[in-house]
C-alpha cells in the first residue's frame, strides 16, 4: 500500500540531512509503526508521503499511485491527521467536515453516514455546531480525525494521532485502526508512545538522524536484539 525508495530531503542548502536515502514498505492489512526521538525525521517522512513536502530524490507510491506523477491520485487514497490539528477555527465543526467531504467529494448519503458515525464514536455531536475557535485541543483532534476518515480511505497516515485524546477515544481510535486493518487497508502512524506501538504494530521501523537504523515485527526485533521490550531497544538505539 506504501512504498518508498530510497527518499531523501535536506534543509538549510543541503547542510541539515532530515532524511537519508530511507526506503520501507508497508503491506495491506498492515499497522506500521514509525518510532524515532524529536528531530529524527519522522514528520518530515510522513509530510513528503502525503505529498505536502517534495523529496530531494527517491519516490513514493500510495496504493499503487506515484505521488510526483499523480498526487491527486495518491491523496484520494490517504486520509492524513498530521501532528498538530490545523482547522478552519471561523468555520463550524460541521462546515468543515462538508467543506472536506466536498472536496473528497463523497456523495451526500456517504457523508451523513459517515459524519454520524464519526461524530458519534469520538462524543462530540453535540459541539459540532459550533465554531472551531471554541474547541479545546482533544476536540479539534478529534475533528481532524473525522474530516481524515470520512472519505473511507484505504491508507491511514497519521503523525502522532493520539496526542490531546482522552483515554476512551485513544482505545477507541486503536480499535478502528485495527478493524481498518482486519479489512485489508493498510495504518502508518507515528508515536512516542512505545507501549501502544508495541501492542499495536504488525512491524515497526526505527528512525534516528535521518536514517532507518532497524526495521521489522516486535518477535524479530526483540530476537535480533536481545531485549525483552521495545522501550529498552528504542533507549539503546538512540541513545545521543
Known amino acids: 500500500m506504501i512504498e518508498i525508495r530510497n527518499l531523501s530531503k535536506s534543509y538549510a542548502k543541503g547542510k541539515i540531512k532530515a532524511v537519508d536515502n530511507i526506503s520501507l514498505t508497508v503491506n495491506p492489512g498492515e499497522i506500521f509503526g514509525f518510532l524515532g526521538p524529536n528531530g529524527a525525521g519522522k514528520t518530515t517522512t510522513i509530510k513528503m508521503i502525503v505529498g505536502l513536502l517534495q523529496p530531494d530524490s527517491g519516490s513514493v507510491k500510495v496504493a499503487g499511485v506515484d505521488m510526483a506523477a499523480d498526487p491527486l491520485g495518491a491523496k484520494r487514497s ?10 478552519y477555527e471561523r468555520l463550524t465543526g460541521i462546515e468543515y467536515l462538508n467543506f472536506l467531504a466536498d472536496v473528497y ?4 448519503g456517504a457523508r451523513r453516514e459517515q459524519i454520524e458515525r464519526y461524530l458519534k464514536i469520538f462524543e462530540i455531536e453535540e459541539a459540532i455546531g459550533d465554531l472551531v475557535q471554541s474547541f479545546s485541543h482533544g476536540m ?13 480511505p484505504p491508507v491511514w497516515i497519521m503523525d502522532e ?3 490531546g485524546l482522552d483515554p476512551h477515544s485513544a482505545f477507541v481510535l486503536k480499535d478502528l485502526m485495527a478493524d481498518h486493518c482486519r479489512q485489508g487497508h493498510t495504518v502508518f502512524f507515528s508515536t512516542h508512545i512505545l507501549e501502544v506501538a508495541e501492542k499495536l504494530c504488525d512491524r515497526i521501523a526505527i528512525i534516528n538522524k535521518g536514517q532507518i537504523i532497524l526495521s521489522g515485527t516486535m518477535e524479530e526485533i526483540k530476537e535480533h ?9 528504542f533507549l539503546e538505539l538512540t541513545e545521543r
Open 105 to 108: 467529494q463523497v456523495p451526500t
Open 140 to 152: 479539534k483532534q478529534k475533528l481532524v480525525l473525522t474530516g481524515a476518515l470520512l472519505h473511507n
Open 225 to 233: 536484539r536481545g531485549k525483552e521490550t521495545l522501550e529498552n531497544i
Open 78 to 87: 490517504i486520509g492524513f491527521v498530521p501532528d498538530q490539528p490545523q482547522v
Open 161 to 163: 494521532p493520539m496526542v
